[in-house]
């Protein structure tokens, strides 16, 4: 399998969460711990109240060869209200973190063909402060403030916190 080619401002992304988000959030020995962390989040009220028509999250294992994480979302198409009704989030061995778990999401609540840029930053940003908590927010803000590659895309004030 040839090596995955990331854009700049997917690795400056990549690079911010390696140096500000690891060690901080949960990691999970089973499927089943990131399910049943997953089925919490989409029930809690800030979540509810900020995706009121996301429903589920169905999170499963990518496959033993694969390298990299991926989410895509369920139910857009046949709805009249706008956004998915919910996201498949696909695991790649090893990625059984919260951090990533997050990530992915981000990128189905951000909606299609938002790529890296400044509405998932936001939405990554809110899921990150509201469950990783303030302090790992704040590292992962100014990580991503350091990378000239992201400059103009990174939120320039805090998204409302439930803690």
Known sequence: ??????????????????EALEGWGQRW????????????????EWFAARWPLFGRVQVERRGSGARYSTAAALGEDNRQAPGPAGAVVLLAPGHLTQAVLLHELAHVLAGPGEGHGAGFLAVQLELVRNEMGVEA??????ALSRRAELAGLVPSTA?????
């Not at 090596?3 to 990549?14: C, F, T």
């Not at 998204?159 to 803690?163: D, I, R, Y």
């Open 1 to 18: 399998m040839a090596p995955r080619q990331l854009g700049v401002v997917q690795a400056a992304v990549y690079a911010a969460e390696a």
């Open 29 to 44: 020995a089973r499927l089943a711990q990131a399910q049943a962390y997953a089925e919490a989040l989409v029930g809690r």
């Open 137 to 142: 927010w704040v590292d992962y803000r100014a």
């Open 159 to 163: 998204p409302p916190c439930s803690l």
